[in-house]
């Protein structure tokens, strides 16, 4: 995202060194993703070949392909997003140790980083000290020049210390926005160490408060969802609410006032937030994972009274994103799902717009052969 990561360094590897694969790209900021041919490089030794089954499409997806985040992200044409992966092991290099051919494999936001930083060392990956995260599109392409391509494509080649295994007995097609939605929820709960005896609120019914809900749940802890829409109550409890609070009725919110331990924001449309922190007991903190496109207002006074925290998070580093798969596979967690073949990605970018869907597109990969 950094300076550092946009500047572009000679390729150490030649376009020879590349093979052709089909994916779907956006041309413009402002033209339908559509079929598109893409190199990717040969695999090195560290590398892991993957045949893509199933990518889940996330709103960043969206965001990126349309160029919404030129200030700090600006979008390299063509843009082949897709950062929630479950593919097939194909191949893999001389040196890998970790992965062999047939294996069922995952790949989230980042491909690389420094690996030398504290916050690499740490397993932290996201949060490189030296700005060298490689994500998995639009991000620097080391190695074959230009940028990352991301999942919706045929295959990817990636090191293998960015590669996870995906728990036997998991749907992999529901495993997909794990990797995104899924870790961008795990981790908070998990850093703010949310569990059994706790009342935690979940803001946001959509691809992430989905995840949070069955997170939370699972952790033992009294979930509650915030919502505006009172049609979305039955389906919350499905998912692992213990109550339901339409977030624009006042007396319904004053009732839960100072009594959360932990609040996980995931709406990234402009919202009141002070409304929640009045709702943390002392000491508690409140967590945004969606982030609203203007600076948001907020009431310090609503800090001060209660030794209150606001923070944020940013998805999770690859070994905590592994234990999160681990996580799931014990427990059977999936992601609610709406499968599409490629061809319908623009029209499921439409409905994305308008939160229809319950509550994350998953692209067949195989569809991309029709
Ligand atoms: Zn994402
Ligand atoms: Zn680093």
Redesign the pocket.
């Known amino acids: 995202m950094s300076e550092t990561v946009n500047a572009v360094q000679e390729p150490v590897q030649s376009k020879s060194a590349s093979y052709t694969a089909k994916a779907f790209a956006a041309s413009a900021p402002t033209s339908p993703l559509a079929a598109a041919s893409i190199q990717r490089r040969n695999p090195a030794p560290n590398d892991v070949q993957i045949q893509i089954l199933f990518c889940g499409v996330c709103h960043s997806d969206l965001h990126q392909a349309k160029n919404e985040w030129v200030d700090f992200m600006p979008t390299v044409y063509p843009c082949v997003p897709g950062h929630e992966i479950v593919g097939r092991v194909a191949k893999v290099g001389s040196a890998v140790t970790k992965f062999k051919e047939g294996d069922t494999v995952a790949v989230g936001c980042m491909v690389n ?5 504290a ?2 060392k740490e397993g932290l ?1 996201q949060h ?3 700005a ?2 490689v994500f998995t599109y639009n991000s620097e392409d080391k190695i074959l020049g230009g940028v990352t391509y991301g999942g919706y494509s045929e295959s990817i080649v990636v090191d293998e210390k960015f590669v996870l295994h995906v728990p036997d007995g998991l749907n992999p097609a529901g495993t997909a926005p794990l990797l995104c939605a899924g870790i961008t929820t795990y981790s908070p709960l998990r850093h703010w160490k949310v569990g059994k005896g706790q009342k935690v609120g979940i803001v946001g019914l959509g691809g992430l408060g989905h995840m949070g809900l069955k997170f939370a749940h699972a952790f033992g802890a009294h979930t509650v969802l915030f919502t505006t829409s009172a049609h979305k109550i039955d389906d919350a409890k499905r998912l692992g609410a213990d109550e339901v609070v339409i977030s624009k009725n006042p007396e319904e919110m004053l009732k839960h006032e100072r009594s959360f331990d932990f609040i996980l924001n995931t709406v990234s449309a402009p919202h009141d937030v002070n409304v929640y922190i009045n709702l943390l007991k002392r000491d508690g903190t409140m967590t945004f994972v969606g982030a609203p496109p203007k600076p948001v207002p907020l009431g310090v006074f609503g800090l001060i009274a209660g030794r209150r925290s606001v923070a944020g998070s940013s998805i999770g580093g690859i070994p905590e994103t592994q234990e999160m798969l681990d996580f799931c596979g014990k427990h059977g967690i999936t992601s609610d799902i709406e499968l599409i073949p490629i061809q319908k990605i623009n029209e499921a970018y439409e409905r994305l717009l308008k939160s229809d869907v319950k509550y994350r597109f998953v692209i067949d990969m195989k569809s991309l052969n029709k």
């Open positions: 980083s420094c690996g030398v930083c916050s690499c990956q490189c000290d030296n060298a995260t």
